[in-house]
């Protein structure tokens, strides 16, 4: 078993950057597969991207501006987001799935983190 827990989240001018990281206490979650998923007020929470191993899946909202990436000696996984637009604000998740494959099905991610607030602002 594994805990995500976020971090990075914060209240950007639209343009700007931020970095997400996910960092996992107990257990190892190298062999994870690890997504971001973000929720924005009366939306459904949506995938962004996933990473397991060096296979990465991204949304085609953040392709080319968002990258996912990891230090498995920190047990730790980044989200580099770049040129942010105000509908990029939402609750942004950490999420880990114990099977092969990246999905993009929330329901198929067994451990969350609490999420960090991203607020980009026009």
């Known amino acids: 078993q594994v805990q995500p827990v976020e971090s990075g989240g914060g209240l950007v001018q639209a343009g700007g950057s931020l970095r997400l990281s996910c960092a996992a206490s107990?257990?190892?979650?190298?062999?994870?597969?690890i997504g971001w998923f973000r929720q924005a007020p009366g939306k459904e929470r949506e995938f962004v991207a996933g990473?397991?191993?060096?296979?990465?899946l991204y949304a085609d909202s953040v392709k080319g501006r968002f990258t996912i990436s990891r230090d498995n000696a920190r047990n730790t996984v980044f989200l580099q987001m770049n040129s942010l637009k105000p509908e990029d604000t939402a609750v942004y998740y950490c999420?880990?799935?114990?099977?092969?494959?990246?999905?993009?099905?929330?329901?198929?991610?067994?451990?969350w983190g609490q999420g960090t607030q991203v607020t980009v602002s026009s």
């Open positions: 999420a880990a799935r114990g099977r092969a494959g990246i999905t993009y099905g929330a329901n198929e991610y067994d451990y």
């Open positions: 107990g257990r190892t979650f190298s062999s994870y597969v």
């Open positions: 990473i397991r191993w060096s296979s990465t």
